[in-house]
């Protein structure tokens, strides 16, 4: 299983991104899907989650501001980021879990910043 994040970038602080997540098997086959975030030196956050009935879940930092979804049709999973923050930047990871296994994308890198 592949995961492909992309979407990052360099973004104004009040501004706006929207990360996407190709995953190349059907992702309604995984429990959950999720975004993840991790700067120099820390752990990796949990952002946000989306299980396969689609409920959401999101750490208290970016509630109101983030929104994760999925596409089944295209295999896809997004996270929209508005209103964003210098504290938002990171290397954002996205990640998808079966029964089995936990998958891993690589990272893309959003920076936040005037």
């Known amino acids: 299983v592949q995961l492909q994040a992309s979407g990052g970038g360099l973004v104004q602080p009040g501004g706006s991104l929207r990360l996407s997540c190709a995953v190349s098997?059907?992702?309604?086959?995984?429990?959950?899907a999720a975004w993840y975030r991790q700067t120099p030196g820390k752990q990796r956050d949990l952002v946000a989650t989306?299980?396969?009935?689609?409920?959401?879940n999101y750490a208290d930092s970016v509630k109101g501001r983030f929104t994760i979804s999925r596409d089944n049709g295209k295999n896809t999973v997004y996270l929209q980021m508005n209103s964003l923050k210098p504290e938002d930047t990171a290397v954002y990871y996205c990640?998808?879990?079966?029964?089995?296994?936990?998958?891993w994308g690589r990272g893309t890198q959003v920076t936040v910043s005037s």
């Open positions: 098997r059907r992702i309604f086959s995984f429990d959950a």
């Open positions: 990640n998808a879990r079966d029964d089995y296994n936990t998958y």
């Open positions: 989306i299980t396969t009935g689609g409920s959401t």
